[in-house]
């Protein structure tokens, strides 16, 4: 079964610094993986995803990620925080139930709050 | 420009009401899903939909059922509400089966008491 591990529920970081984002999955088939954020108060929107291809992915707000199949990891990076980046981050993994059906499992969630 | 709308944005109901959630999409999307977030467990799903009047069980749809009559539209329906479906409910959707980019509503944070 596929899934994804977000270890730690809150990151802090001083504004400028490098932000780093955990996620380990876990797929017994090629995964597609994605990066949402939750700004206060709203629904959830995609930062970045990987399907197939170059395994550093560029998304909104100058986040990347890259996809490592050897670690099974695809962990998020942003090299100078900014104050707006303070959200809650979900990583999520396409599931395959049957056929063609897909749907996607979210992690838990980090919290990522931005210190003056 | 892509939206969901959910119908609305804070919710207070009692304990035993049948609650209605509300949610529509703009366009022309396929597939429709209904979860739910708890602080701690991440987003969880309930039912979704990938065709008019078609319906499939997530991963926790014990005490919900969803209707969705027209394209457009799916709603989420708490038989008889308990505290426990306190939570935020998240509605979103996507355009196909191929594709997995899911585009999400503002939530309703439901309250039962």
């Known amino acids: 079964a596929q899934s994804v591990t977000q270890l730690g529920s809150h990151v802090s970081v001083s504004e400028g610094a490098l932000v780093l984002l955990r996620c380990n999955y876990s797929s017994s088939v090629p995964p597609y993986l994605f990066w949402y954020v939750q700004y206060p108060n709203q629904g959830l929107q995609l930062l970045l995803k990987y399907t197939t291809g170059a395994t550093l992915v560029k998304g909104i707000n100058g986040f990347e990620a890259e996809f490592k199949k050897s670690e099974t990891s695809f962990h998020l990076t942003k090299p100078s925080a900014h104050m707006s980046d303070a959200a809650e981050y979900f990583c999520?993994?396409?599931?395959?139930?049957?056929?063609?059906?897909?749907?996607?499992?979210f992690g838990k969630g980090i919290t990522l709050s931005v210190r003056p | 420009d892509v939206k969901v709308t959910q119908s609305s944005r804070y919710l207070v109901k009692r304990t035993g009401e049948k609650v209605f959630l509300e949610c529509v999409q703009d366009m022309d999307h396929e597939n429709m899903f209904w979860y739910r977030q708890d602080p701690g467990l991440g987003l969880r799903l309930i039912y979704f939909s990938y065709d008019v009047k078609m319906k499939e069980k997530g991963d926790i749809p014990e005490g919900y059922s969803v209707s969705r009559e027209k394209k457009e539209r799916f709603s989420l329906i708490l038989e008889s509400a308990s505290t426990n479906q306190t939570s935020m409910y998240l509605c979103a959707s996507s355009l196909s089966l191929l594709s997995y980019e899911q585009y999400f509503g503002p939530g309703t944070r439901l309250t039962v008491t």
């Open positions: 999520a993994v396409r599931v395959v139930y049957t056929g063609a059906n897909s749907k996607l499992t």
